[in-house]
């Protein structure tokens, strides 16, 4: 039943789910936006996405799409 689900989400909110369901906590994201093509994710500890680099690039394999980190202050 939960890939019929899936398949009923438009893009958009598949893609924010699957982020939201990728990224551990300790991210600290707090905002997930469309940017044209890319998704940029606004964060509060850019330290930890890029020590842990292969969250998002598996994240990036997983949504075919192009992700930029921002740093909220």
């Known amino acids: 039943m939960q890939k019929k689900q899936q398949q009923e989400l438009p893009d958009s909110q598949s893609?924010?789910?699957t982020i939201l369901a990728s990224i551990p906590k300790e991210a600290s994201v707090t905002?997930?936006?469309?940017?044209g093509p890319r998704i940029a994710l606004?964060?509060?500890?850019?330290?930890?996405?890029m020590e842990?680099?292969?969250?998002?690039?598996?994240?990036?394999n997983k949504i075919k799409k192009r992700i930029v980190i921002r740093i909220v202050e």
């Open 31 to 35: 905002k997930i936006d469309y940017e």
């Open 15 to 17: 893609i924010m789910a």
């Open 52 to 60: 842990n680099n292969t969250i998002i690039a598996n994240l990036v």
């Open 42 to 49: 606004y964060t509060k500890t850019p330290r930890f996405l």
